[in-house]
């Protein structure tokens, strides 16, 4: 049985390049694959559409789904007549940015705030403190600090606020004196 859904050469092109852009962001190309494809195709597709479509192994699609959803990224959803679980992604690009920014930070950037926390108490309990490591530690804690402040009162913004923040990018810089 055929599963496999026709992609128009424009499907088929940004497919390719999110595969592409996923591996420079750190994430496997067919994870991202499969992102793209069920957010440019109109409906939600099962795994063995997945598959056949994109021409890749069956337990590659089912770890890559596991991998979206872990993200949270996927919305699974069920058909009637049909026991095989469908899967789509969110419509909205600003969702989507949402999730993986806010889950980049929990994964990434929470951890190393955490981490330089524990070396700069480390270094302040040394019987011989290093004033470069603790100035360059401090320094590093600090940036992460601010950054993730700024980072929790944007990702708290409405949507459609973050939309007119984004578009006012101009008008605020040229409030700021450089």
Known sequence: MNDKVSLSAV??????HWGEMGMNWGINRTVAQIHSLLYVWPEPLNAEQIRQTLSVARSNVSNSLRELSGWGLLKTTQKLGDRKDHFATFDDPWEMFRIVARERKRR????TAVMLTECLEELKKSKKPDAHTQKRLADMKGFFDDTMGCFDKVNALPTSALRKMTKMTDKVLKLLPF
């Open 108 to 111: 990434e950037m929470d951890p």
């Open 11 to 16: 499907q088929e092109k940004f497919i390719l």
